[in-house]
DNA sequence: AACAGTATGTAATAATATAACATTTGAAAG
DNA sequence: CTTTCAAATGTTATATTATTACATACTGTT
């Protein structure tokens, strides 16, 4: 029930790109999604961009920026995009959504002297996952 | 003096490359460096980005990666690029790099469940800057 | 039915980045 | 000084990522 309170308001693109995502272990190029969406009768770039940006708009989505790929949110609350960190392993290159509150207390409310308001970030971790640490 | 020797290794295309990123007051995008430079010689795209990859190496510049642009390094110690924060105001499109011990500290030591290790991070804050906010 | 906003389809092209290979340079070791 | 090796350069071609522009269709109001 919450899952399909989630979905049902997609379009027919944004709900066949989205599908891609979701379903991938792993952050999913632009491009991917395209050759994958070919049967489905998207046959173009700006089918799934549009459809990205979209998703991105609504939350379900977020763009790992190092890698140009999409990744599904994890994190069932995260209506709105505007609070994003990711850990990324330089070897394997598994991506996974970092989810902390302590971590997202400390960006949401950091203020320089510049006094700029920040409403949104995104953070990008790098280093060795536990099993590439063992190798 | 202190300049002299920041500078004093660098071959002569990276040289060039960097004086570009350094002279800008803004990001500077890797075609626009490549259109600068074709007077001096410079004429074909992996010059450019050979010279970027190895001035990111150094840490002498780095890359914002949500604008696909190169910045300056302003911090002097930063002989290596493994910590970097950003501000970009969402209208003018300023870009800051900012320094700040506790907002260091705190990613530095960051350690969340995974059992990963991080050795690098990139972080960029999206807002309005204080002009951009008052109008 | 008329309208407004959103979504779609399509062709073309812009912008960003890398592959591959030949050649040159510069510093260190013999 | 010359051999050697790593780094840097020059060059052509191409891969990858993303957007512009414009025509059409769908969806939910009033």
Redesign the pocket.
């Known amino acids: 029930m919450a899952k399909m309170q989630k979905e049902y308001n997609l379009?027919?693109?944004?709900q066949i790109v989205f599908d891609i995502i979701e379903r991938s272990s792993e952050p999913v190029?632009?491009?991917s999604i395209l050759y994958n969406v070919k049967k489905k009768?998207?046959?173009?770039?700006?089918?799934v961009?549009?459809?990205l940006e979209?998703l991105i708009k609504l939350g379900k989505i977020h763009k790992v920026e190092s890698k140009?790929a999409f990744v599904a949110c994890k994190s069932s609350n995260c209506e709105i995009s505007k609070a994003t960190a990711f850990s990324i392993c330089e070897i394997c290159e598994k991506v996974t959504e970092i989810a902390n509150n302590k971590l997202s207390n400390f960006l949401n409310s950091f203020e320089d002297k510049s006094g700029m308001k920040y409403k949104k970030y995104n953070l990008e971790f790098f280093g060795l996952c536990k099993k590439c640490k063992k190798t």
Chains 1, 2 share one sequence.
């Open positions: 379009s027919k693109n944004q190029k632009a491009y009768g998207i046959k173009a770039p700006p089918q961009y549009r459809a979209k140009n």
